[in-house]
């Protein structure tokens, strides 16, 4: 079983910063991938940010793009999302998410909360 713990989560004015942190434990994987997604109450799951794992590969969200930045350290086994320019329609609960090879994320996060004020 994977376990995926985030933290950094909180409440910062808009045009603040902010740093998510994912920690990942149990099950190791030759190849995965790890993502950053985000979710409002009413509204689906939306994707932010996601890296592959060997090649440090990452994607973003057109939302996101140039004002987030995902990253991870492969001795801590940790995934991090920088948030910078935050802007009050960032507000959500993040989720980290693990996907093994080319499969759709599997293992998720408890989630932590994001609101940013005007």
């Known amino acids: 079983q994977v376990q995926l713990v985030e933290s950094g989560g909180g409440l910062v004015q808009a045009g603040g910063s902010l740093r998510l942190s994912c920690a990942a434990s149990?099950?190791?994987?030759?190849?995965?991938?790890m993502g950053w997604f985000r979710q409002t109450p009413g509204k689906g799951r939306e994707f932010v940010a996601t890296i592959t794992w060997s090649t440090g590969r990452a994607y973003y969200a057109d939302s996101v793009k140039g004002r987030f930045t995902i990253s991870r350290d492969n001795a801590k086994n940790t995934v991090y999302l920088q948030m910078n320019s935050l802007k009050p329609e960032d507000t959500a609960t993040y989720y980290c998410?693990?996907?093994?090879?080319?499969?759709?994320?599997?293992?998720w996060g408890q989630g932590t909360q994001v609101t940013i004020s005007s």
């Open positions: 149990g099950r190791t994987f030759s190849s995965y991938s």
């Open positions: 998410a693990l996907a093994e090879g080319t499969a759709d994320y599997e293992y």
